[in-house]
């Protein structure tokens, strides 16, 4: 839990002064859709780029 807090207090620390609520948000938020994306590609839970291609078409329908 405290390396958590760290790594939030890390990216908060990070921003600049003049960051807005959202703005500060919004980089916690991307910082989270990243660590999980690396999580996911370490576990291999990926689809290649073809299957990407098939789904973004049967959304598309």
């Known amino acids: 839990m405290a ?5 939030m207090n890390r990216i908060i620390q990070e921003q600049p002064d003049d960051s807005s609520y959202d703005e500060i948000l919004r ?24 299957e990407m291609k098939h789904r973004i078409k049967t959304w598309q329908k």
């Open 3 to 7: 390396l958590v807090k760290e790594q």
């Open 27 to 50: 980089e916690l938020a991307f910082n989270r859709m990243v660590e999980k994306g690396l999580a996911d590609s370490d576990s291999n839970r990926t689809i290649n780029n073809e």
